[in-house]
């Protein structure tokens, strides 16, 4: 990486390779193509990071991102609230919502129980979420986490919490992804497919 | 891609993925780490584009870009501004530099002509390189362009241009790259390196 002759762009480069996944060399690509921008585009650049940042909500209710106090999702009247999906992040809350396939509402943990990464019960939104799931109106928790270590252990964790709240509590199935070749998949996968098999619908 | 949620959001993914080579997935995973950065690191992050495109100068010589407004290499009385090097943009000048070969100046030409692009002769800094190279002090101009077809035209353009300004004009040498093996490289570049073969230097 050549030496940049200029305080001020190795400054804007520090701070575009601080994101995650962006090196030096790329970081000082998108930096100049910044620079030949004209002026309002820059700004407009810039400023869309401090506002978001300032101005989005974490949902009162299920920590999803939102616009407003409350989510769209949750002020949704048409959602059926007795149903609760619990996600990782935002991420998977958007990737729920694109299968079209659900119209409960979410919670949101904002993280993943995580030893090696010093990430325990406590820094998650756990409490908030049996605190839901005691509302007698509630029937099902659904347990939407990765399959990882990680989402294995944050699932088992979450399931002996909510133990206590009298709701049902349930986990989305795993089996292999459609487009799967049986000869290739992994043996987990494959024996778990096998022995959660479902009646044939045509 | 999954709808976003929130309309600040969305609007910040969007100017994320106006960065080349940055597409939409990315850019939401960038803008979701930015997200959950403190307000101060979200902050200098924007804040270091705007001030980086408000304050940095183009040297009044060179074109280069600098802090100041005649860069660090023009005003650095130790260089030798007979010599000037001809470059596509800072990109090179950093990765000249980077060499320590050279003690010349430069002259960044802001872009390479490119009909393609809609890029032309008058939207490149040549005129003030030809000012230049007419200075009696000066008495090498080095074309240092990609050896590409729109680095070929520019150069051959530029070669025309200063041929009236009584000045030595020369090319990078070009052949085959250090730790490149005969039986791989191209025939165009392998025939020009047995063309302009050197004595050789124990």
Redo the contacts between chains.
Sequence with gaps: M????????A??V??MA?????GRK?A????????K?P?ES???????????????YQCEICN????TPV???CSDKSRDTSIICVVE???E???I??TMQYNGVYHVLGGIISPMEGIGPSDLKIDSLIERAADIKVNEIILALSTTMEGETTGFYLYKKLLSCNVMVSIIARGISFGDEIEYTDEITLGRSIKDRQPFKS
């Design positions: 050549p030496e940049i002759p200029s305080k001020l762009l400054g804007a520090d701070e601080s994101l995650p996944g962006i790329t000082l690509r998108l930096v100049l193509h910044l620079l921008q002026k820059v700004e407009r650049f810039s400023n869309s990071f401090i506002r978001m940042h300032k101005e989005l999803n991102i939102s616009d989510c769209s999702i992040s935002i991420k809350v958007m990737s919502e694109n």
